[in-house]
């Protein structure tokens, strides 16, 4: 497969959202689609890539920088990570992560984080096997 990683544009909206979609078999929500409408706007706090086959956008990473907060140093967050289904096994999540930890590494960022519910093996196992490990931080919650 000839795969291309990328940063993602305005043309690439509806393809992130359908490859959302496609994942969770319901449609992404108004809150989803301004996330990825904000980074495919682009700043320089936020690095988000695309992965594109034949000219097809098949997967998504979105990530943002955090400056200050909580005691830590300039550090990356991923907020969301996507690869549609009939793409998942081949890799391009790796690539994707690989291209996003790239790049932060040229920034001076020394460390990325990510937030993944507990009971989700397969999430847990894919950030495993990039090397993340458990934090210092703790996620709290409160119910509104």
Same mark, same amino acid.
């Given at each position: &497969?000839?795969?291309?990683?990328?940063?993602?544009? +305005?043309? @690439?909206?509806?393809?992130? $959202?359908?490859?959302? *979609? =496609?994942?969770?078999?319901?449609?992404?929500?108004? @809150?989803?689609?301004?996330?990825?409408?904000?980074? =495919?706007?682009?700043?320089?706090?936020?690095?988000? $890539?695309?992965?594109? *086959?034949?000219? #097809? %956008?098949?997967?998504?990473?979105?990530? +943002?920088?955090?400056?200050?907060?909580?005691?830590?140093? #300039?550090?990356?967050?991923? &907020?969301?990570?996507?690869?549609?289904?009939?793409? &998942?096994?081949?890799?391009?999540?790796?690539?994707?992560?690989?291209? *996003?930890?790239?790049?932060?590494?040229?920034?001076? %960022? #020394?460390?990325?984080?990510?937030? %993944? $519910?507990? @009971?989700?093996?397969? &999430?847990?196992?894919?950030? #495993? /096997?990039?090397?993340?490990?458990?934090? @210092?931080?703790?996620?709290?919650? /409160?119910?509104?």
């Amino acid at each position: &497969m000839n795969l291309t990683i990328r940063g993602i544009s +305005t043309e @690439d909206i509806q393809a992130v $959202l359908g490859i959302r *979609t =496609a994942i969770s078999n319901e449609e992404a929500g108004p @809150d989803f689609r301004l996330l990825v409408e904000q980074h =495919a706007a682009g700043d320089n706090s936020r690095i988000s $890539l695309v992965a594109e *086959t034949e000219k #097809k %956008v098949v997967g998504y990473m979105l990530s +943002t920088t955090l400056y200050a907060g909580f005691g830590i140093q #300039k550090s990356a967050w991923i &907020m969301a990570l996507g690869v549609h289904p009939d793409y &998942m096994g081949q890799g391009i999540g790796l690539e994707l992560a690989n291209g *996003t930890c790239d790049l932060y590494r040229k920034e001076g %960022v #020394k460390s990325i984080y990510s937030s %993944v $519910l507990w @009971d989700s093996s397969d &999430m847990l196992s894919f950030f #495993k /096997k990039l090397g993340f490990r458990r934090s @210092d931080f703790i996620n709290l919650k /409160k119910d509104l």
